[in-house]
Nanobody, 121 residues
Framework: VQLQASGGGLVQAGGSLRLSCAPS????????MGWFRQTPGKEREFVAA????????KYAEFAEGRFTISRGNAKNTVYLQMDSLKPEDTATYLC???????????????WGAGTLVTVSS
């Protein structure tokens, strides 16, 4: 089972990036998916999550109004559109999957390797 995260990179403050998570190894249509982020020396931080059907979304306070999580047409791929990026958004962003939608790392069953996002000032 793998969660392939991609789309990270270097962007200037105020810019945008779109992260993608393409799971493989099993069907993820019935799994909730989410994004967390982590910086060295800090715990993983919830960013956003979407339910299996795509009808329910949850966002961290810092992500509200700037980030949008969505599922692809086949429900297997998950995207995180990040707009108005700030230097403090710099982190490794990890794709995650769980049976039910969750905002805590303890509720995650599968983690992806992550993709690095760097926002310059």
């Amino acid at each position: 089972v793998q969660l392939q995260a991609s789309g990270g990179g270097l962007v200037q403050a105020g810019g945008s990036l779109r992260l993608s998570c393409a799971p493989s190894g099993r069907t993820w249509n019935n799994a909730a998916m989410g994004w967390f982020r982590q910086t060295p020396g800090k715990e993983r931080e919830f960013v956003a999550a979407v339910s299996a059907a795509g009808r329910t979304t949850k966002y961290a306070e810092f992500a509200e109004g700037r980030f949008t999580i969505s599922r692809g047409n086949a429900k297997n791929t998950v995207y995180l559109q990040m707009d108005s990026l700030k230097p403090e958004d710099t982190a490794t962003y990890l794709c995650a999957a769980s049976t039910v939608i969750t905002t805590t790392p303890d509720g995650i069953e599968y983690w992806g390797a992550g993709t690095l996002v760097t926002v310059s000032s």
